[in-house]
């Protein structure tokens, strides 16, 4: 079944997950996080994205972010796709590096804040990539390091979330460090790595309980939080609809993503567009055409007519999977 469309509000708190393609790596070595980071802070600061707390992994990243006023989609894509172009070319590779989707989840703050920030910031240390809290507090490619001041990286707001734990930093860091060693025995990763009705409920119980009460809750898998919040989000998402990006807009960028696969795979535009479906190039098609559909909410045959196919090939691609 599809996804559904980004709720890209701006000001809203999101998690967002990036994977590599097929669980490949994202960084080899500390070259690539330098470069991954850097990019990550001088982009938030250029768009006023405000970023809470972050995870660099091998084949992954966690982030902790409010957007800007241009929402997330347009951040999130200018961080992804430039990466992937110096990763590509540094290590002589073609392709994608990410999964085609990024996953961003908008959350409660009130409710899952803190848990989202020790969850994030537990990462390397769950993963083996540091062996003690001590260690976490010098890994310079997690936002815990910054919170220990051990890292300074200005983009990443420390006193805002310093500011949930203490009215002054040595009492805020001192709970923060009592509540990321209760964190440590929790495994709230299904938690927290979506929404959902049970999810953004409490739990399965609630809902049960809920329900006998004839209360009916509201849920959605880009949403972390209670009924009034993911109403509210919904509501939200509704009215902007009248200002959604315009149909050039949105073929501008399928014709951009065109030319940058195309460049990536070593292809021609117009090889991609004569029909023809020797090697790669119907992957390439399907790739394109789910992206156009379902991410930016493009018409079929204006699908078609980019890909160089017939609106009923477009369809069977969004079936195939």
């Keep these: 079944m599809p996804r559904g469309p980004r709720l890209d509000a701006p000001g809203t708190l999101h998690h967002v997950i990036v994977r590599g393609i097929e669980q490949g790596c994202i960084v080899r070595d500390d070259t690539d996080r330098k470069t991954f980071v850097d990019r990550m802070g001088l982009l938030a600061k250029g768009s006023d994205t ?38 590509n070319r540094r290590h002589k590779r073609a392709g994608h590096l990410f999964q085609n989707r990024y996953k961003s989840i908008i959350c409660e703050e009130e409710t899952y804040f803190d848990k989202l920030v020790a969850y994030i910031h537990l990462n390397p240390l769950r993963a083996g990539l540091v062996e003690n809290l001590q260690q976490l507090a010098e890994y310079p490619w997690c936002g ?7 890292v300074r990286y200005e983009w990443m707001d420390r006193d805002y979330v310093l500011q949930f734990f203490g009215r002054t930093e040595g009492s805020a860091r001192k709970a923060y460090l009592l509540f990321l060693e209760s964190e440590m025995g929790i495994d709230r990763e299904q938690e927290l ?46 009215e902007r609809e009248d200002v959604a990006m315009s149909l ?67 369809i069977y691609m969004l079936k195939d999977r």
């Design 144 to 150: 815990h390091a910054v919170l220990m001041n051990k």
């Design 50 to 87: 405000e970023i809470y707390a972050f995870a660099l992994m091998t084949n992954h990243a966690h982030i902790l972010l409010k957007s800007g006023p241009d929402g997330i989609s347009t951040y999130m894509r200018c961080l992804l796709t430039g990466y992937a172009q110096y990763f």
């Design 193 to 238: 790595s979506g929404g959902g009705l049970v999810r953004s409920q409490g739990g399965w119980e609630n809902v049960q309980a809920m329900r006998k009460r004839g209360k009916k809750a509201l849920g959605d898998q880009r949403i972390l939080g209670g009924d009034d919040f993911v109403k509210g989000i919904l509501k939200e998402a509704e």
């Design 248 to 314: 050039n807009d949105r073929l501008r960028m399928l014709d951009e993503d065109i030319g940058q696969l195309c460049e990536a795979e070593g292809v021609t535009i117009a090889f991609l567009q004569s029909g023809n479906r020797v090697g790669k190039l119907p992957k390439l098609r399907k790739q394109l055409a789910r992206k156009a559909v379902f991410e930016y909410g493009l018409p079929l045959v204006e699908t078609a007519k980019r890909l160089g196919v017939t609106p009923n090939a477009v």
